[in-house]
């Protein structure tokens, strides 16, 4: 195998589009170059470039295919067809057998050639999500003005260019040679392997590997706060960003003034943040530091002074931009901004932010009672909750909604649950964020979660595939994890229900949604809470949950429960339970080897329903079996009162008999009627497993 090398050096990369480059660079070449199988490949990426390397097969080894075409007697048209198919002439033709047989050989092609050929078009369609054009000589196009490109096969120039007719493409061409850092290193130099190139760019001032980039910061930042008894913000995502505009990362810490330390610590972290890619720091008991974290692309002679005192000067007039926000924003109280929710659209066929929010004080109004929290409290954050996004902050920052309502809410006298539901009802917004647990945040997050389902469902806006514009399922899993964190007792059907009554233009239960929809009240309700129920599937199995049995509660015969979350769980988690005992995991299998029996006997002459006749219990084992079917009546009244540990005793007591049953009792025995009353005792099993959930959808 050889050894193949990219390497496509241009003008800074946004970092948001780096990684993403690197994977469909590799996908592209291995597209490409599949007859020459690439295996072994590894990307790397950065501001600057990104780069490939793969090994490869020195050639596609020469091949030669027979054909078998029309016989000979065939007409002419028929022959001339094939060779039209084939793009043969007759001379390559030979008969054999009484049909005309088509040999070709196709030639061994290097690696080299089919590299050179593929790689122009490559680049030439390469998916970035923006590109541009440049000095008026190509149409070529890439993210950042396209410099330079490396093309090694064991080392040796895969010769090619861009040109493509008139079109210079830049003039640019395959050659080994590359640059390191833009100022500690310039000028370029020549490279003859992937682990030459990443030898020689790290002697250059340029580490290659994004993973050790964002590793050096971390760690380094994470050093340099310690020193003053620090500890740096978690933001996976900025130090991502920050790895990909950096190829020599040098962090630094700088000051901040101490007259902004006044600021709400995410106002400043969100300044940093969003304005200057700095991190933020806190102190050990959490409260924000005096202090910020920022990474230079270079390595200054006098150790920074002169990068910190300029850092810190810009973030001086950031932070007095927020300032004036904070200021400007406060003299205002958020209930006078209210109307002017009206004004603002939610969505055009959803209404204004105002008729959501008077929606949100109706569901709010619902919910409360039904999770012990005040109703005037609930009903007042409900109305207040998206005032803030009428302030200069939240304009500015549309990161801080909800945050910077609480603050203002507190500043306008609010009660201390209100605010928090101000800032809490948004929450959560990912797996890492926890849910709200206060009664109040509670009920205003649920109304503010269902309101956004209920609205989008009902306008058929539904997530398709990967694509989820309107947060669709993290609003349901939002809704999922409120509920279960703190154990959420309420019927979801009916406020489903309630919050699509509520939505504009649309009537009550039955009738149309919109105008020219075939679609009704109780479609959507149905196809919103199976959303929920995928959901909370989906969260099952990322939990390392047994997803399979929740599938087998939701399918359970006569499921009172079938909207409460809570109770759906508790039977789930009794019947997993069940399962991981060795009397369990029998009773499965016997349940099984019953209700295959019944389904190939149903066939025949079913379904056996009725009740068994005591009078053709023959054999003790039937006998025992049928006399503890029958003191199992009693399962269906405690999985009503959802006493579901005793139903799972009940159920376990089945496993002896059933066993004993299938040992000791011929089910199709030769007399009729012993048969249909054995196969009744049978279905009797299966009836009331099925009440507790369709163990046929088990796994395992």
């Not at 204004?352 to 004080?361: C, H, K, P």
């Not at 009331?688 to 959930?693: E, G, L, N, Y």
Request: with cysteine.
């Amino acid at each position: 195998m050889a050894e193949l090398f990219l390497e496509l050096f241009s003008e800074e990369i946004p970092a948001r589009m780096q990684r993403g480059a690197a994977a469909d660079l590799e996908r592209l070449v291995t597209a490409a170059l599949a007859t020459i199988t690439p295996s072994s490949l590894a990307t790397w990426f950065g501001s600057r470039r990104i780069a490939l390397r793969a090994e490869v097969a020195a050639e596609v080894a020469a091949v030669g295919t027979t054909e078998r075409g029309p016989r000979t007697i065939a007409p002419e048209q028929a022959l001339a067809g094939f060779l039209r198919k084939h793009n043969a002439s007759p001379d390559q033709l030979r008969q054999e057998g009484g049909y005309w047989v088509l040999e070709r050989r196709v030639e061994a092609i290097s690696a080299v050639g089919l590299i050179a050929a593929a790689m122009p078009s490559l680049l030439r369609r390469f998916p970035w999500p923006k590109s541009m054009r440049w000095g008026g000589t190509s149409s070529f196009v890439w993210v950042r003005p396209l410099r330079r490109i490396i093309c090694l096969l064991d080392g040796a120039v895969v010769p090619f260019n861009l040109r493509d007719g008139g079109d210079d493409g830049h003039g640019l061409a395959a050659d080994n040679l590359t640059e390191g850092h833009r100022f500690h290193a310039p000028g370029t130099f020549a490279v003859t392997s992937a682990a030459d190139w990443q030898a020689k760019l790290t002697e250059h001032r340029v580490l290659v590997e994004a993973d050790r980039r964002k590793q050096v910061i971390a760690d380094r930042i994470a050093g340099l706060a310690a020193e003053k008894s620090l500890v740096v913000v978690d933001d996976p995502a900025l130090l991502e960003e920050v790895a990909g505009l950096v190829e020599w990362p040098v962090p630094h810490l700088g000051r901040i003034a101490a007259e902004h330390m006044d600021l709400p610590p995410e106002v400043m972290q969100v300044s940093m943040r969003v304005n200057q890619r700095y991190f933020s720091l806190r102190t050990n008991n959490g409260a924000a530091a005096p202090w910020f974290g920022f990474v230079a692309n270079i390595q200054a002679e006098d150790n920074g002074a002169v990068i910190i005192a300029g850092n810190e000067r810009v973030l001086r007039a950031r932070f007095a931009d927020a300032r004036h926000f904070w200021e400007l924003d406060r003299r205002t109280r958020l209930d006078t901004r209210i109307p002017a929710l009206d004004k603002v659209t939610f969505q055009a066929r959803l209404g204004s932010q105002g008729e959501r929010a008077r929606r949100l004080v109706r569901l709010t109004t619902l919910i409360a009672p039904l999770v012990d929290a005040d109703p005037a409290q609930a009903a007042r954050a409900a109305d207040l909750a998206k005032a803030d996004l009428l302030t200069g902050m939240v304009g500015e920052f549309p990161e801080l909604q909800g945050i910077m309502g609480r603050y203002y809410a507190l500043h306008d006298d609010e009660a201390p649950a209100v605010a928090d539901a101000i800032r809490d009802h948004y929450v959560p917004r990912g797996p890492g964020e926890p849910a709200p647990s206060a009664p109040v945040s509670i009920a205003v997050a649920l109304a503010d979660k269902l309101d956004q389902l209920a609205g989008f469902f009902a306008i058929g806006e539904k997530p398709t595939g990967s694509g989820d514009p309107y947060a669709l399922r993290r609003a349901a899993l939002g809704v999922i994890r409120i509920i279960r964190e703190n154990g959420v007792r309420l019927h979801l059907l009916d406020l489903v229900e309630k919050a699509l009554q509520a939505i504009p233009n649309r009537g009550l239960t039955g009738t149309l949604l919109i105008p020219g929809s075939a679609r009704s009240t109780d479609v959507v309700v149905l196809d919103i809470m199976s959303f929920i129920k995928e959901r909370l599937v989906v969260q099952l199995r990322a939990d390392g949950a047994r997803y399979d049995i929740l599938n087998a509660v939701f399918a359970a015969k006569g499921l009172a429960e079938d909207d409460d979350l809570v109770a759906l769980l508790a039977r789930t988690n009794a019947v997993t339970a069940l399962l991981s005992t060795p009397d369990g995991a029998d009773l499965l299998a016997a349940y099984r080897r019953a209700a295959n029996i019944l389904r190939i006997e149903d066939r025949k002459d079913g379904p056996h329903e009725a009740l068994p006749d005591n009078d053709y219990l023959r054999e003790p084992a039937e006998t025992v079996l049928a006399n503890v079917l029958q003191s199992m009546r009693e399962v269906p009244s405690l999985l009503l009162r959802q006493d579901y540990a005793a139903a799972m005793t009940m159920t376990a007591r089945l496993r002896s008999p059933l066993d004993a049953f299938f040992d000791k009792v011929t089910v199709n025995a030769p007399e009729p009627e012993l048969r249909r009353n054995r196969l009744r005792l049978l279905n009797q099993v299966r009836s009331i497993m099925d009440q507790i959930a369709d163990f046929s959808r088990i796994e395992g």
